[in-house]
């Protein structure tokens, strides 16, 4: 990480292009790779490179890390996409926003329930559990999915993390609706306050 990483977006952002600033604004906006090439008028490849370089720039290590600063740094950057139109989002493009992998998005908070806060629909299929009964649900925490001997781990290496002000990664196993266990690996990281406080968590599951 770098020295000082919680900078204002601000002073993060100041040696951006105006190209990567416009590619940041459409991540923001929850547009995959093609529909960002189809707006700004660019190939894929052209994105990927933007990709790399927002990734480089700001001290990040995924896409999803990416996309998840610049939604909570939009506000705060006003990154207009001038003399843009928006094109509309058929059902294939939707299928492409996570690069057609099958994972669960969440957000959650940092307590030994890791009680969620959001959770996508990949949750489903991942581990046999519909959004509607992990969301909130007192009687079926997300911990009670995480196998009983990779628990602790998970809650060390998260904490870890945090600690350090970096992204975590974990493998571990899910207990899943039909009793099956599922290996999986987590990538996340912390949101953080204005003091430096973690107010959430977010990151992504998917099976191994």
């Given at each position: 990480?770098?020295?000082?990483?919680?900078?204002?977006?601000?002073?993060?952002?100041?040696?951006?292009?105006?190209?990567e600033r416009?590619?940041?604004?459409?991540?923001?906006?929850?547009?995959?790779?093609k529909?960002i090439?189809?707006?700004?008028?660019?190939?894929?490849?052209?994105?990927?490179?933007?990709?790399?370089?927002?990734?480089?720039?700001?001290?990040?290590?995924?896409?999803?890390?990416?996309?998840a600063?610049a939604?909570?740094?939009?506000e705060?950057?006003q990154?207009?996409?001038p003399?843009?139109r928006?094109?509309?989002i058929?059902?294939?493009?939707l299928?492409n926003?996570?690069?057609?992998?099958?994972?669960?998005?969440y957000?959650?908070?940092n307590?030994?329930?890791?009680?969620?806060?959001?959770?996508?629909?990949?949750?489903l299929?991942?581990?046999g559990?519909?959004?509607?009964?992990l969301?909130?649900?007192?009687?079926?925490?997300?911990?009670?999915l995480?196998?009983?001997?990779?628990?602790?781990?998970?809650?060390?290496?998260?904490?870890r993390?945090?600690?350090?002000?970096?992204?975590f990664?974990?493998?571990?196993?899910l207990?899943?609706?039909?009793?099956?266990e599922?290996?999986?690996?987590?990538r996340g990281?912390g949101?953080?306050g204005?003091?430096?406080?973690?107010l959430?968590?977010?990151?992504?599951?998917m099976?191994?």
């Amino acid at each position: 990480m770098s020295d000082n990483p919680r900078l204002p977006p601000s002073e993060q952002c100041a040696g951006l292009t105006e190209r990567e600033r416009q590619t940041l604004a459409l991540i923001a906006e929850g547009l995959s790779n093609k529909l960002i090439a189809r707006q700004l008028g660019i190939s894929d490849g052209t994105v990927k490179v933007h990709v790399r370089h927002l990734l480089c720039k700001l001290d990040l290590h995924s896409r999803l890390e990416l996309a998840a600063w610049a939604h909570r740094a939009s506000e705060q950057l006003q990154l207009p996409v001038p003399g843009m139109r928006s094109l509309p989002i058929s059902p294939l493009d939707l299928g492409n926003l996570l690069d057609d992998l099958p994972l669960m998005i969440y957000r959650c908070r940092n307590d030994p329930h890791w009680s969620m806060a959001y959770v996508s629909a990949g949750c489903l299929e991942l581990t046999g559990y519909s959004a509607t009964q992990l969301l909130g649900s007192r009687r079926l925490s997300y911990n009670s999915l995480i196998h009983p001997a990779d628990r602790h781990h998970v809650w060390q290496a998260v904490q870890r993390g945090l600690q350090e002000g970096r992204p975590f990664s974990i493998d571990y196993r899910l207990l899943c609706a039909d009793g099956r266990e599922r290996a999986v690996q987590e990538r996340g990281c912390g949101i953080y306050g204005g003091s430096g406080e973690v107010l959430e968590l977010e990151g992504v599951v998917m099976a191994r």
